[in-house]
């Protein structure tokens, strides 16, 4: 099925470092919605984004929604070890209301 | 306001095997969609179900069903399990708002079938 392009596939990074990634798509979407997945676990909405250019925090991470409307970005600052993680982005285009998903970033935390 | 909960949490059946998983959702939500989820693939969409009414199918064979009941609660089935259907499936429930919609998951169901 469609998917999203989600880059970078992982990172490996230092604590209090900060964090970027972001998924691109060739269609345009009406919404943009961050997901954190921990091992074993269903994945916990982080952000949600239903405006173009639109910016939105949730404490030390920080979303926005592409003015082209085909990207966003998530941004985390000062990284901390409980962010490792999966983090997926997933998009709706169109009127179908399905979600399409990123493959994720997974992100790893050296204390 | 308790979270969507899945049943079981982990399962293990033989090839040929039928399965049935249980979704309930956030209460006053009434979609519930399913998801699969393998190492790699990311999340592959199942089906939605809005006032018991299948409303969005993917891309998946007739071995795999769903349901929902009135009261919002979901199922779904696979019959004559393969060894590929090894995965974690996922459940989602949605609500609409003038805003957007917005899909909080379950925990899971991992599934193994040998």
């Known amino acids: 099925g469609q998917q999203l392009n989600q880059s970078p596939q992982s990172m490996f990074i230092q604590e209090g470092e900060d964090v970027s990634m972001n998924c691109t798509s060739s269609?345009?979407?009406?919404?943009w919605l961050w997901y954190k997945q921990d091992p074993g676990e269903g994945p916990v909405l982080l952000i949600a984004?239903?405006?173009a250019g639109e910016l939105t925090s949730n404490g030390r991470l920080t979303a926005q929604f592409g003015i082209t409307r085909k990207d966003s970005f998530l941004n985390i600052s000062a990284s901390i070890p409980s962010d490792v993680g999966i983090y997926f982005c997933a998009g709706v285009a169109g009127n179908n209301r399905k979600l399409i998903w990123g493959l994720g970033t997974s992100l790893a935390v050296n204390p | 306001k308790a979270g969507v909960t899945q049943t079981p949490r982990y399962l293990i059946k033989t090839r040929g095997q039928q399965v049935t998983l249980s979704c309930s959702p956030i209460?006053?939500?009434?979609?519930v969609s399913w998801y699969q989820q393998t190492p790699g693939q990311g999340l592959q969409f199942l089906f939605e179900y809005f006032s018991e009414t299948q409303r969005n199918k993917g891309n998946f064979p007739g071995r795999f069903s769903g349901r929902q009941f009135s009261n919002s609660r979901s199922e779904m089935n696979v019959s004559t399990l393969e060894l590929g259907d090894s995965a974690l499936y996922l459940c989602a429930s949605s609500l609409l708002t003038v805003v957007g919609e917005t899909q909080y998951f379950g925990p899971g169901t991992r599934l193994l079938v040998l």
């Open positions: 984004l239903y405006k």
């Open positions: 269609s345009i979407f009406n919404t």
């Open positions: 209460s006053g939500h009434r979609s």
